[in-house]
């Protein structure tokens, strides 16, 4: 298993050298959002407003996390479905969001928008919240407030675990690596 | 009325009823789901346990040992295992010989879930059309059940929506047997793949109607794991069960590998001439239950 150290933003070398099945330490801000949020998000793109948060280099986390406790900068935070998110993924990409944070697998139109645009889809492990909550040092709210559970989150990650399902060369670890245990 | 004067001579026939305060029922409640968000159930890392020493995928080994590790975590600081709390569901069976008093018991239910979710992510929305978050987690989905006797007993799952999206219910012609409803649990896991966050438990319902053979298979969800169906039939099927869905490869958060499920549990129910009702409810990596006896 290749394992590599990244910061936000992320350049596209350092996306291009990503392939499926490798695994990311990834540090710096990454953004929050999931359903809502990324409704709330195209249609201000749609309207030709301008977004709260920046997308060029940038990445997103698909994650509501529970409230703090004493002394975390957030509560548990695990990756929620990314296929919800499908529909609003591809004209945030198209607009150089470089990484996708989450579980599951992506649709057909995000698979190829991520190979168009040199952008990752990475999966965190989904049940592994309060362990995922210490990967990341600092949280708040930076749009959207009025969504609660499902603002937009300002997070800053610390060798935050995941792994690349889909790379940017049209690699998909979901499609490839079950048929390799399956049995007859 | 003729029958209203039956039901009070039954009454008045029969042992007093045994008086349960709402507030003792509140009480237990909260501890129930406090202790159960925090602490994932020891037959399941115990299968977690033996799944991480099986699994020949390496990236299926680093999940299962990162979800060990979250586990005893979120237990020793005493946070939640997973951010997602789901909506409460509560199954209550109240011995038919019980007295509630001290108030409304649905209000108290309602009450113990705000208290012991203050501090959990507010996941539950008012209507599934307007969207608007109640804050505060209720109201909880609750399953009442008159039994005999004077005991309450209720048990919860906490079962993050992941896993519950990708659930399904057919209604099998009486014929299909077990090769179709094989079948349709091995194609719902494996459609289900990565979003139900892998390893699953696999709740299959069979029989009843619609409704009821949605909540056999939720009720399934409940049993311990190592505990096969006392039924002899359903018992080898659930071992074929596991062994045909731990056959797609679908593995550990589904990056392939061979511990797919820990353990699929059937249960069944007398059912119609025309069908073979099938349901299956998938649980998460981190499936949160537990009960509690009044």
């Known amino acids: 298993m290749r394992e590599w150290r990244l910061r936000t933003p992320l350049r596209e070398e350092d996306v291009v050298n990503l392939r499926a099945g490798d695994w990311v330490a990834l540090s710096g801000v990454v953004y929050g959002a999931r359903d809502a949020a990324h409704q709330r998000l195209v249609e201000t793109l749609r309207r030709g407003e301008p977004l709260p948060i920046p997308l060029a280099g940038q990445a997103i986390y698909y994650v509501g996390p529970a409230p703090a406790q004493e002394g975390w900068a957030v509560g548990p935070a695990g990756p929620t479905t990314s296929g919800r998110m499908d529909p609003f993924t591809v004209p945030l990409l198209e607009r150089g969001l470089k990484a996708t944070i989450g579980k599951g697998t992506r649709s057909r139109e995000v698979k190829e928008a991520l190979v168009r645009c040199r952008a990752v889809y990475l999966a965190a492990v989904g049940g592994a919240a309060a362990l995922l909550a210490r990967h990341i040092v600092r949280g708040r709210a930076v749009a959207y407030e009025d969504l609660g559970t499902e603002a937009i989150w300002e997070l800053e990650f610390a060798d935050f675990p995941a792994v690349v399902v889909n790379d940017a060369h049209g690699g998909d670890l979901y499609a490839t690596s079950p048929p390799a245990y399956a049995r007859p | ?294």
């Open chain 2, 1 to 294: 009325m003729v029958v209203d004067s039956l039901l009070y001579t039954e009454y008045v026939d029969n042992v007093a009823p045994r008086a349960i305060s709402v507030r003792s029922v509140e009480e237990a409640v909260v501890q129930l789901l406090r202790d159960c968000v925090r602490r994932l159930p020891p037959d399941y890392l115990a299968a977690l346990r033996e799944a991480e020493a099986r699994e020949p995928s390496p990236l299926g080994r680093r999940v299962l040992r990162m979800l060990l590790d979250n586990a005893e975590l979120a237990e020793r600081v005493g946070v939640a295992t997973c951010q997602d709390t789901g909506i409460p569901v509560l199954f209550v069976e109240v011995g038919q010989d019980v007295h509630f008093v001290d108030g409304s018991l649905p209000e108290a239910l309602e009450e113990a879930v705000r208290e012991a979710y203050r501090d959990l992510r507010k996941s539950v929305v008012r209507d599934p059309l307007l969207r608007e978050n109640t804050g505060d987690n209720t109201p909880p989905v609750v399953h009442y059940e008159i039994v005999p006797g004077d005991r309450v007993r209720i048990a919860t799952l906490v079962k993050g929506f992941g896993a519950e999206m990708t659930s399904a219910v057919r209604m099998l012609p009486a014929t299909a047997g077990e090769a179709e409803v094989k079948r349709f649990v091995v194609e719902v896991v494996q459609r289900a793949g990565p979003n139900a966050c892998p390893p699953v438990i696999v709740g299959v319902g069979l029989g009843s109607s619609f409704e009821g053979v949605a909540l056999l298979a939720k009720k399934a969800l409940l049993r311990p794991l190592g505990t096969p169906n006392p039924k002899p039939h359903l018992a080898k099927l659930e071992g074929e069960l596991l062994e045909a869905v731990n056959a797609t490869g679908v593995g550990p958060q589904g990056l392939g590998g061979v511990c797919t499920a820990l353990a699929v549990h059937v249960e069944s129910s007398p059912t119609h001439i025309a069908a073979l009702p099938v349901a299956v409810n998938l649980n998460c990596s981190a499936p949160r239950r537990g009960e509690v006896v009044l």
